[in-house]
């Protein structure tokens, strides 16, 4: 399958710094990548869908003043994340689509994970 | 935000035995992904459905799209120590924007 990777990793970040992840298809070009959440034993939940060249799409109750997210490339989305509280502690998770691809599959990054003291 | 539901929530096995687990909704989807996420890693793509009634397998593995288009089911054969892990359905009305199921926490016992 196609490669899509995370960085960082982890981060550790003071309450009110902004942290921004990167996420980067590796061997395609993605039109689309998507921004999930999740947090300890629960599922994956969508926070928006970042498109090539135009803004994002912010899933209800996600706030894109505190969520930027930047698709400035084919191969590259980054999220950042604004004034960061211990709440926001969680794993970010990015997904791209091929541009070429006429099937569905999406593939996953390896994880972010954000622990704000 | 909106979610599948998944069953069953966990389950214990013993090596060897088979597995099923099934993610319903309450709207139709036109494409079902099976994932598999292990601890503190991103979920891997096991299985993809595109076509009601379609059943395909990758290995041990076998997932089939349901009929009425709102459900998906997943088994897998003969399980192994490594097949632990958390297990997701996504289903998708054909936007790519894709909604999670609960999981299913997998344990095997060797």
């Known amino acids: 399958g196609a490669v899509v990777s995370q960085h960082p990793s982890w981060v550790i970040c003071k309450s009110g710094t902004s942290v921004k992840i990167e996420c980067r298809s590796l061997?395609?070009?993605?039109?689309?990548m998507f921004w999930y959440r999740q947090f300890p034993k629960q599922s994956l939940m969508l926070m928006a869908t970042?498109?090539?060249?135009?803004?994002?799409?912010?899933e209800q109750g996600v706030e894109k003043d505190k969520f930027l997210i930047n698709h400035a490339s084919l191969t590259l989305s980054t999220l950042t994340v604004t004034s960061a509280h211990p709440e926001d502690s969680s794993f970010y998770i990015c997904s791209a689509r091929a541009r070429t691809s006429n099937t569905g599959e999406l593939f996953f990054g390896e994880g972010s994970r954000l622990t704000v003291l | 935000g909106q979610q599948l539901n998944q069953s069953p929530q966990s389950m214990f096995i013993q090596e060897g035995e088979d597995v099923s687990m099934n993610c319903t909704s309450s709207?139709?989807?036109?494409?079902w992904l099976w994932y598999k996420q292990d601890p503190g890693e991103g979920p891997v793509l096991l299985i993809a459905?595109?076509?009601?009634?379609e059943l395909t397998s990758n290995g041990r593995l076998t997932a089939q799209f349901g009929i009425t288009r709102k459900d998906s089911f997943l088994n897998i054969s003969a399980s192994i120590p490594s097949d632990v892990g958390i297990y997701f359905c996504?289903?998708?009305?054909?936007?790519?924007?894709?909604?999670f199921g609960t999981g299913t926490r997998l344990k095997v016992l060797a």
């Open positions: 459905l595109y076509k009601a009634g």
């Open positions: 709207s139709i989807f036109n494409t």
């Open positions: 996504a289903g998708s009305s054909g936007t790519y924007k894709y909604i």
């Open positions: 970042s498109n090539e060249g135009s803004k994002a799409t912010y």
């Open positions: 061997d395609f070009q993605a039109t689309t």
